[in-house]
C-alpha cells in the first residue's frame, strides 16, 4: 500500500473515500513515575515516546486496512493527529484519502 502526505502521486486515481485509523493508549504506573522523575532533569522521557511511537503504528495500520476494504491501491494526503483524551491517555489518528489507480 502506497502512502502518500500529498494528493499528486504521478497517476492517475479515482477517490475511494476517507480512511481513519484511531487508537487511545495510557500509561502505566511505571511510565507515570519514571516520567516524573525525569521532569525534574530534563530530557526526553522514553516511555512516552515509545507509547506514542507504538500508536501511531497501531493507527496507521488500521487506516490501511480500512484502505484495504475499500480495495485501494494507495492513500493520499495521509496526516497524523493527536490529542488527550483524558490525563493518563493520549489518542493518535491517522487518516487520508483512499484511492484506486486506473
Given at each position: 500500500?502506497?502512502?502518500?502526505?500529498?494528493?499528486?502521486?504521478?497517476?492517475?486515481?479515482?477517490?475511494?473515500?476517507?480512511?481513519?485509523?484511531?487508537?487511545?493508549?495510557?500509561?502505566?504506573?511505571?511510565?507515570d513515575i519514571?516520567?516524573?522523575?525525569?521532569?525534574?532533569?530534563?530530557?526526553?522521557?522514553?516511555?512516552?515516546?515509545?507509547?506514542?511511537?507504538?500508536?501511531?503504528?497501531?493507527?496507521?495500520?488500521?487506516?490501511?486496512?480500512?484502505?484495504?476494504?475499500?480495495?485501494?491501491?494507495?492513500?493520499?494526503?495521509?496526516?497524523?493527529?493527536?490529542?488527550?483524551?483524558?490525563?493518563?491517555?493520549?489518542?493518535?489518528?491517522?487518516?487520508?484519502?483512499?484511492?484506486?489507480?486506473?
Amino acid at each position: 500500500m502506497l502512502i502518500s502526505t500529498v494528493e499528486n502521486i504521478g497517476r492517475e486515481y479515482t477517490v475511494l473515500g476517507i480512511v481513519r485509523g484511531t487508537t487511545v493508549n495510557s500509561k502505566n504506573i511505571g511510565r507515570d513515575i519514571g516520567a516524573s522523575f525525569k521532569t525534574l532533569v530534563g530530557g526526553e522521557i522514553k516511555g512516552y515516546t515509545e507509547m506514542i511511537d507504538e500508536a501511531v503504528e497501531t493507527a496507521t495500520g488500521r487506516m490501511v486496512n480500512a484502505a484495504e476494504r475499500l480495495g485501494a491501491d494507495a492513500i493520499i494526503g495521509m496526516r497524523y493527529t493527536t490529542s488527550s483524551v483524558m490525563q493518563a491517555a493520549s489518542e493518535v489518528t491517522a487518516y487520508g484519502t483512499a484511492v484506486k489507480f486506473k
